[in-house]
């Protein structure tokens, strides 16, 4: 059991940071209602029970008829989904609701597409014996679900990569305050949200091609730690811009009194 424990350590560090990651959008959806907060919510919940259920299925024996089942959750909800799903959230922050709604109609889709195809693929039971601590390369038959998937992964890293880096830059050539926010932070806010989905995307493609399967969840531990912290930074702006509008009212009533 303590092999176990030692192999699932990175996996539970992302159940916990992705679990933390969807209860502050969820949080921030209830407050705000932004579409694109709803789709990364959804999006950060696939990753947590993604990751949720690759823990159970090591727990209850990867090849039990339980581990097989969690093992398609787990492959259906992070390995295909959750990406993509982020980069849609990402298209919803600085696109037209017509943009929008088209790409979630394709996407949901492909989703839906892409779910029947890993579901009724056939598993390498071997393979799935030994998944502990790796993030299950090499178990499914080769088939169109694979260039689905890494089609969806791709597209959704490059939503999420493209607007961070296009969003700081546009921070990056203003000199004041955004909502009284320095737009310094808002630009390390985007960085750390480039850099933690590059992350997530490189794990995968260094287990996949690479064969560095046993480093794919510290790297993405990493890669969830530095997207959340991104998203924190950017959540602050509100807190700072208070202070502000409560200084910019107070001016204006004295000016009326006067």
């Not at 960085?191 to 399967?213: P, Q």
């Not at 993405?220 to 502000?244: D, E, H, N």
């Amino acid at each position: 059991m303590s092999s176990i424990l030692i192999l699932l350590i990175f996996a539970l560090v992302n159940v916990v940071v992705t679990g933390l990651f969807a209860g502050v959008v969820l949080r921030q959806f209830a407050r705000r209602r932004r579409v694109y907060q709803l789709y990364w919510m959804i999006a950060l919940l696939m990753a947590f029970f993604a990751t949720l259920s690759y823990v159970c299925m090591v727990v209850v024996g990867p090849t039990s008829g339980a581990g097989i089942v969690f093992f398609r959750l787990y492959y259906v909800l992070g390995a295909a989904l959750a990406p993509s799903w982020l980069g849609l959230g990402s298209i919803a922050l600085v696109t037209s609701a017509r943009v929008t709604r088209i790409s979630l109609v394709i996407l949901s889709l492909l989703s839906v597409l892409v779910a029947v195809l890993i579901t009724t693929t056939p598993v390498n039971m071997h393979n799935l014996s030994q998944i502990a601590g790796t993030p299950g390369t090499g178990i499914l038959q080769f088939g169109a679900w694979l260039v689905l998937t890494i089609t969806l992964n791709s597209l959704g890293v490059l939503a999420v990569v493209g607007v961070a880096v296009y969003s700081g830059w546009k921070l990056w050539r203003r000199s004041s305050n955004v909502a009284g926010f320095n737009p310094g932070n808002l630009l390390w806010a985007n960085v750390l949200i480039l850099i933690g989905d590059a992350l997530n995307a490189a794990a995968g493609t260094l287990a996949r091609f690479f064969g560095l399967a046993s480093s794919f969840w510290l790297i993405m531990a990493f890669g969830w730690i530095a997207f959340f912290t991104g998203v924190l930074l950017t959540g602050r702006r509100a807190a700072v811009s208070r202070p502000v509008n409560e200084i910019r009212d107070k001016s204006e009533m004295k000016g009326s009194t006067a």
